[in-house]
């Protein structure tokens, strides 16, 4: 028996020498550093992005004082007296991100109750990818649905509104981040045990008394984060703000009236409105770099909110 168990184990030595040579060993030793490669880069990637916009934004404002930039309330960089103040581009900003923030989360919020509380399984695998094909439709596809339908539509329903204005886009980007706000919501509600439900209609609740006060509750930190993560998208949107915003930096709050955004003004000097190396094209790695805070501040809040309220179970 012993002579049996040695031959056995020195068969099985061998083996492990084979193999050590087979394609899956080749593989698990060579896919670990290709992972950290796609990692390297990824990271590589951020630094090198982050470098670009320090640098250039510091050759902005050897020219152009932070008082003036943060203090001002003026921003006309191609006059020729030019003046850099950003609080028209932040307020525009803003006001965008308002106006679709109050389109996109009643109707977000309530499609995810929808889904999650009310809708059949046949009806949540037909209405829910549905649902998210607007989150495939080209930003200006989005544009110009603003510019050709929603604003002659509101032209007829406001008295006054301009051709260009905030309402329009605003309406439309909250449209387009209604998809990212239900569908994260929506797997927040999915995730809390069905025994929670259960325990709360067995005490005599109603389904909707279910979703708002029990199903709700216990997904905050998915339904925050999307909402987080959808002002965000909001903020960072380009080519609907673009086509249908109009270029009016104005630190005025009026919805009606044309707004230009950090983002619309980086496309419009990209499209050649200023010379390499002036002033005027070094204001856009200020404007991107403030754009990109605002945008890292936002995922970092999401990132916390989703630790500070995650439930367990």
Known sequence: MSSTQNK???ELIQQNRQQKYSMKNVMERVMPIVLFLCAFVSVVTTIGIILTLVIET??????????????????????SQPEYGIWPLVVGTLEITVIAMLVALPIGLTSAIYLSEYASDRARRILKPILEVLAGVPTIVFGFFALTF???????????????????PGIVVGIMIIPMI??????????????????????GSTR??????????????????????GMSRAIGETMIVTIAGGS??????????????????????????????????????????????FTLV?????NWITRRFREEY
Do not use: C
């Open 248 to 293: 009016n930096p104005t630190a005025a709050i009026d919805p009606l009236e044309p707004v230009q955004t950090m983002t619309a003004y980086i496309v419009q000097v990209a499209l050649g409105d200023a010379g390499f190396g002036t002033v005027e094209y070094y204001s856009i790695y200020a404007v991107g770099t403030l754009l990109f805070v």
């Open 208 to 229: 909707l008394e279910v979703a708002l006060k029990v199903v709700v509750p216990a997904a905050l930190s998915g339904i925050i984060a999307s909402i987080v993560l």
């Open 8 to 10: 056995s184990v020195r």
């Open 58 to 79: 510091e050759h902005f404002f050897e020219v152009v004082p932070f008082k003036e930039f943060f203090g001002s309330t003026s921003w006309y960089p191609l006059n």
């Open 182 to 203: 239900a569908s994260i919501s929506e797997d927040a509600m999915s995730s809390v045990p069905k025994k929670i439900r259960d325990g709360a209609l067995a005490l």
């Open 298 to 302: 936002m995922n970092l809040l999401a």
């Open 150 to 168: 929603v604003t002659p539509l509101l032209v007829k329903l406001i008295p006054g509104i301009q051709i260009y204005n905030a309402l329009s």
